[in-house]
């Protein structure tokens, strides 16, 4: 069985603000409010309550895979984990299949702590990610909508963990990005990948260290801060892509980035 979990409070940290003279450093206390535990039965497709699937090829950034709906790509293990596996196999005219997993229409938050327990996959071409789209790009677009990347990950540079955020003039190949240069191999186990966001800033950590913040004064001149309105989870798997290039002959399959949790919590004092 996973750890118990503190479910009404977590005695999480994080400075609420700077304190003036005489005043005291208020912490934040998070209250969970979502999360994917990975206890589903072994080979079970994933919980329809929580997930939905984008189902399809390219997502405009010329990726190999095509992602399914398959138990074969996305399922629980049947030892408390999701696991995401890209493989080598033709299906629908692509070379690869992988999935890509979101709760867009069943769960959305702004603000807050987003964190999940992720075990990477690794190889030339592999490109994991755990990352929020805001919950309006129906409408008004990318990248208006806004993307913030919790954890993004280039398999052919297993120690480098990026984190972004995506907006209106600080898109595509001009983000807000930060690299954490970890000391192994992020395949190696698991790793706590996070974000703390409030109406000031997003600030991005691996394991509780602090490794990237944005705020409003990071983004240009002129341009819009777009993280003020409720995002949605995906997680997924990419195969090839603009980012991370083809996967070559050193590149194994099948990869498999195993979620032991994603979990969400808001400020109590919201």
């Not at 129906?138 to 993004?152: A, F, K, L, R, S």
Request: aromatic share 12%; glycine share 12%.
């Amino acid at each position: 069985m996973k750890r118990a979990q503190l479910v009404m409070l977590l005695g999480l940290l994080a400075l609420a603000s700077t304190p003036g003279c005489g005043e005291e450093t208020k912490p934040v206390v998070w209250t969970q409010v979502w999360s994917e535990e990975g206890d589903g039965t072994a080979g079970a497709r994933l919980d329809t309550a929580k997930w939905r699937y984008d189902v399809g090829t390219g997502w405009g950034n010329n990726q190999l895979e095509y992602d399914t709906s398959l138990a074969n790509n996305a399922t629980y293990d049947g030892l408390g984990n999701l696991v995401i596996t890209a493989r080598r196999e033709d299906y629908a005219g692509r070379s690869y299949t992988s999935a890509r997993v979101k709760t867009k229409g069943l769960f959305e938050q702004a603000h807050g702590r987003f964190e999940a327990r992720i075990k990477l996959p690794v190889g030339q071409g592999i490109w994991p990610a755990f990352w929020l789209l805001g919950n309006d790009i129906d409408t008004v677009g990318w990248p208006q909508c806004g993307e913030v990347d919790i954890m993004e990950f280039r398999g052919q540079f297993p120690r480098t963990l990026v984190g972004t955020i995506h907006g209106p003039g600080y898109s595509g190949g001009n983000p807000i990005t930060q690299t954490y240069q970890a000391a192994v191999g992020l395949d190696q186990d698991f790793h706590v990948y996070a974000i703390e966001w409030d109406a000031s800033a997003i600030t991005w950590s691996i394991d509780g260290i602090n490794y990237h913040r944005a705020t409003p004064a990071s983004i240009p001149a002129g341009t819009q801060w777009v993280f003020d309105h409720p995002f949605f989870i995906i997680l997924n798997v990419a195969v090839g892509g603009n980012w991370v290039g083809s996967p070559d002959a050193s590149t194994v399959f099948p990869q498999v980035m195993t979620v032991d949790y994603v979990r969400v919590f808001k400020d109590a004092a919201e």
